[in-house]
């Protein structure tokens, strides 16, 4: 029976959170079944975390020659993910996308007025011609749809087509619009040699795929926790037609006298010893480690998961002690006045606990906070940590 120490330890041992891998960047992207990236930022100090040795051009050159792409897939999110990995996780993601649109009450007014497959077809072939930004792409579809709001018919053109935000969008120091173009334009050798999932068999096999994949990136996990990670439903006969090839474990009850819960794994995925040290990393804004579960206990405290949630979502930039979340993290940036070759930008990392924290652990987050502003913030002059009391 794994306690959350235990399931702690395994998560961060598959999520190369104990020891850095020294795997190449689509490597390590592929094993992760993508990163979060809805800000550009935050795969580059997700795979600085993970990854022995990372820099900044290691990710730019993936993204240069389209290895790896950011595209909205899991939870209808925009993912980092390989470019051999995007048409699958696209398709399996294309009914989640089509199901928010048609239950927002915003757009509900839109939807009567559009026909969505031809609406589709129109923004596919806008924009296989070339990649266009969204108020441009929104424009172009307002034309035949007048009485829609624009914003609302380029929604629809992402949740019906596999789009990807192109470069340099994304780029480290390169700011751009978001601008989009299909997957099958942006990476058409790959995309020729997807599966065809509209057959039946190969949609089933590509899911359990991917739910073994989870399990190696994430896992010890139940049904729940897969669903809430890829925002699919319905993944009980999928999960239960692969028993034969998984173990099960059970998970101490979360409350005293309660049932312990069924965990499902890979039987040769580590699970190291609870007491394996866990050093401190600081981790992006969004980062699946703590949103991949339906059961997030086994890395952040429910009192500091309720304290941090926001109506919209947002999830701030976290730092993990001993494994768990337990302060979070921001960048701010001064400027001195005067001539423009005297001034100085100095980046202050600020550190916020969560709860009081002993002061071995506090010089650690300090020192790990340190490295990590200078990474972030690599075109400042001077770098400095705070650490909020």
């Known amino acids: 029976m794994l306690d959350d120490r235990a399931l702690n330890r395994a998560l961060l041992a598959r999520q190369h959170l104990l020891t850095p891998t020294r795997e190449p960047v689509p490597r390590v992207v592929e094993h992760l079944v993508g990163l979060q990236a809805q800000n550009p930022w935050s795969p580059f100090l997700g795979l600085w975390s993970r990854v022995e040795g990372f820099t900044t051009q290691d990710l730019d050159a993936a993204l240069l020659d389209r290895t790896v792409l950011r595209i909205a897939v899991m939870r209808s999110t925009v993912h ?32 009567a007025v559009v ?109 729940a926790d897969v669903q809430a990670w890829s925002g699919m439903t319905g993944l009980r006969r999928v999960v239960d037609g692969l028993r034969d090839r998984l173990v099960t474990v059970a998970a101490v009850p979360a409350r005293p006298g309660g049932r312990p819960r069924e965990l499902l794994d890979l039987p040769d995925a580590p699970r190291p010893d609870p007491d394996v040290p866990a050093p401190v990393r600081l981790l992006p804004d969004y980062d699946n ?8 206990t086994r890395v952040i405290d429910d009192a500091h998961r309720r304290r941090l949630q926001t109506p919209n979502g ?23 006045d005067g001539p423009a070759r005297s001034r100085r930008t100095t980046a202050t990392l600020t550190v916020t606990p969560l709860e009081p924290l002993p002061v071995a652990q506090r010089r650690e987050v300090v020192a790990a906070a340190e490295d990590a502003v200078r990474f972030l913030a690599d075109d400042a002059d001077a770098h400095a940590v705070r650490y909020a009391r």
């Not at 969505?116 to 266009?132: C, F, T, V, W």
């Not at 929604?155 to 099958?184: C, E, H, I, K, N």
């Not at 947002?314 to 001195?336: C, E, N, S, Y």
Request: net charge positive; proline share 6%; no cysteine.
């Open 289 to 296: 480690l703590w949103l991949a579960h339906a059961q997030r």
């Open 80 to 111: 980092l993910v390989t470019a051999a990995d995007a048409p699958v996780l696209a398709a399996l993601a294309r009914p989640v996308m089509r199901r928010e649109i048609t239950a927002n009450a915003d757009r509900r007014a839109a939807l």
């Open 314 to 336: 947002r999830t701030p930039a976290a730092v993990l002690v001993d494994g768990r979340v337990r302060a979070t993290w921001a960048i701010d940036r001064t400027r001195t």
């Open 115 to 223: 026909d969505l497959d031809h609406l589709a077809a129109a923004a596919g072939a806008h924009l296989r011609e070339a990649p266009r930004r969204t108020t441009d792409l929104a424009a172009y579809l307002a034309r035949d749809v007048p009485t829609a709001r624009p914003a609302d018919l380029a929604a629809f053109a992402r949740a019906m087509l596999p789009l990807v935000q192109v470069t340099p969008r994304g780029l480290w120091r390169r700011s751009a619009a978001t601008t989009w173009t299909t997957l099958d334009a942006w990476v058409p050798a790959v995309t020729l040699a997807a599966p065809d999932l509209a057959d039946e068999d190969a949609l089933h096999r590509a899911t359990e795929d991917v739910v073994l994949r989870y399990l190696a990136a994430f896992g010890p996990a139940s049904v």
